[in-house]
């Protein structure tokens, strides 16, 4: 995998796209699927998010203030919905939809290497988290899959259904 | 324009689109494009968005607490464009983009008629505004346009680059 700059990180999650959070407590890693989420600044990058005090991830990211962030491709849209439909109190994700972690840089939680990104993150800031379960991340360092071209995002509609990303258009803009 | 349940309006901004969002103060309307936001709770459904303090509508939206997030099509995406080119302090973005404001039923600032939804908000929560410009807005009421059938969204990318709504697919999920 390849270093990205961190100044670009807001273009992947910018669009919108569901993401895969891993989190790591006890030796044990874990995987979830998160859909709220949005940019906060752009450098270094800082990211909300909501994770349900529902899912397993939730005391994890707490107690451990780490995660990392992974950007599925399209053709991961099965294992996507797979693993929001199964909780790791149960069961052993990485093995059960047979993903492969590897070692992060700065932060505990694994990789993914079927990702064609991975952000590793530490929460920088908790104010909003017994309230709205909403935490701020800061991303430390970048990854993209360099064998992984023009990959296509999926976004969340609801019940299930998932629009994937199509044409690209470029309009005269000063939105950065 | 039609109300839509308070329950479906996460399956509006969850995707990710680029939005508008309208304000007004001491009897001015203004308009600014906006990618950088997210669910939070989906009933009341609560809403978190960055507006930058270098935006013009930063000022009235933390003065009136008031705002209208304004779902654009893909047709609009150069008005989308062209909005967030320019300033509410140098300009009516009403008239110079030639879009038509109706009153909303609870909130002064206007909807826009060419959205295929529109949702009226109000500021709830502040907490992080100074820190990131982080609000947190409830949904006090929704519209859509019956008119607009499957409109596809645009999800921006940087640097003036728009994804826009692809293909749909379902997938067994108990994502709700």
């Known amino acids: 995998m390849k270093n990205l700059p961190l100044s670009k990180v807001y ?49 994890a990211l707490r107690a451990t203030r780490e995660c990392v962030i992974v950007l599925p491709a399209v053709e991961l849209a ?23 972690p590897a070692p992060a840089a ?7 290497v079927e990702g064609f990104a991975n952000l590793e993150c530490r929460v920088v800031d908790t104010r909003l988290v017994n309230e709205y379960n909403l935490f701020v991340l800061e991303v430390l ?14 976004h969340h509609r609801g019940d299930g259904r998932f629009v994937v990303d199509g044409r690209t258009i470029t309009l005269k803009s000063r939105m950065r």
């Open 11 to 59: 273009q992947l999650l910018e669009p919108g796209p569901v993401v895969l959070l891993t989190t790591a407590r006890r030796g044990r890693a874990n995987i979830m699927t998160m859909s709220w989420h949005m940019m906060v600044e752009f450098e270094p990058p800082l990211v909300a998010c909501i994770v349900s005090d529902a899912n397993y991830s939730f005391a």
């Open 78 to 100: 099965a294992t996507v919905a797979g693993i929001g439909n199964c909780s790791g109190r149960d069961v052993d994700k990485f093995e059960k939809f047979r993903l492969t």
């Open 106 to 112: 700065r932060v505990a939680p694994p990789l993914i």
């Open 141 to 154: 360092k970048a990854w993209t899959d360099p064998a992984q071209k023009n990959p296509r995002t999926i």
